[in-house]
C-alpha cells in the first residue's frame, strides 16, 4: 500500500473519530439541558466527576452514567446504576450512535427533549422499582434494583 493511501485512509479515520465525538457532545449537551431545564420534579441532579461519560445523580442516592464504549470507533453508550459509595455497578440499557447522530436509528442528538425522553424510557425500571419499595416501605439495595431491573 503506498504512503499516500495509507494518508488518505488515516485522514478518513480521523475524520470519522471526530464526527463521533462531536455527536457525543451534542448528545451529552442536549441531555443535561434536558434534565436541568425540564419543568417535571425528576430528582435528577448531574454529577461532578464523571470520569469519560455523563453522570445523575437520582435522589441523591443511586449514580446513573452514561458512558461510551470503551472500543476504538465505539458506538454504543451504556447506561449503568450505582449506589453512593459502592463500586459495584449495574447496566440498565445500551444505545447506538450511529455516524449520522442518530441515536438508535431515529433521535437526533441535537433534540433535546427527543434525548432526554430517551434517557427516561432507558431508567423508567429504575423509577419503577424506587416507586414500588416506598410504596410497600422496603428497602432497597443496588443488589436488589439489579434483580429488580433483571426480571423486569
Known sequence: MKLSELSEKA???????????????????????????????????????TESGLGFWLFDHFL????????????????????????????IGCARLGDD????????????????SHFLDTISGIYAALYQATERGESLTLETLAKHHATA
Open 11 to 49: 485522514n478518513f479515520i480521523a475524520g470519522q473519530q471526530r464526527v463521533l465525538r462531536t455527536h457525543w457532545n451534542h448528545y451529552g449537551n442536549s441531555l443535561i439541558q434536558g434534565i436541568t431545564l425540564s419543568k417535571a420534579s425528576l430528582h435528577l441532579s448531574v454529577a461532578n466527576n
Open 101 to 116: 447522530g442518530l441515536l438508535d436509528g431515529s433521535i437526533s442528538v441535537n433534540e433535546r427533549e427527543a434525548v432526554l
Open 64 to 91: 446513573i452514567r452514561v458512558t461510551p464504549e470503551r472500543a476504538f470507533n465505539g458506538h454504543v453508550f451504556n447506561y449503568t446504576v450505582e449506589a453512593r459509595d459502592e463500586p459495584a455497578s449495574v447496566l
